[in-house]
């Protein structure tokens, strides 16, 4: 929730036009992404910003390797879900 929505990008050769355009339809609504076979890149107003939408990514993806090596995910009820985006809309853009 720190971080809205963060995307898996599908793999683009590096400094293509090909990426860019990738790249492209997920600017500007997400700060903080995953780029297929390249990895995780983050972006804000600041450096502390950017800084805090990589520890968000790591700290996910901690989680989540967990949960699977416990015997799984689960999750939240769609009503739950919705409760949880729209607090995220109120929060606005910024990573958290």
């Known amino acids: ?4 929505r ?3 990008v599908p793999y683009a050769r590096p400094g293509t ?3 860019g355009d990738t790249l492209g339809a997920y600017l500007p609504e997400c700060r903080a992404l995953i780029m297929a076979r390249h990895g995780a ?3 804000g107003e600041d450096f502390d910003e950017a800084y805090r939408g990589m520890e968000r990514i790591e700290h996910a993806s901690l989680i989540l390797a967990k949960a699977v090596q416990l015997g799984g995910l689960s999750r ?3 009503e739950e879900l ?3 985006y ?3 809309r109120k929060l606005g853009e910024k990573l958290l």
Do not use: F, T, Y
């Open 17 to 19: 036009q090909e990426m």
């Open 86 to 88: 729209e607090l995220r």
């Open 76 to 78: 939240l009820p769609p």
């Open 6 to 8: 963060i995307p898996i």
């Open 41 to 43: 890149v983050c972006w």
């Open 82 to 84: 919705e409760a949880l």
């Open 1 to 4: 929730m720190a971080a809205g």
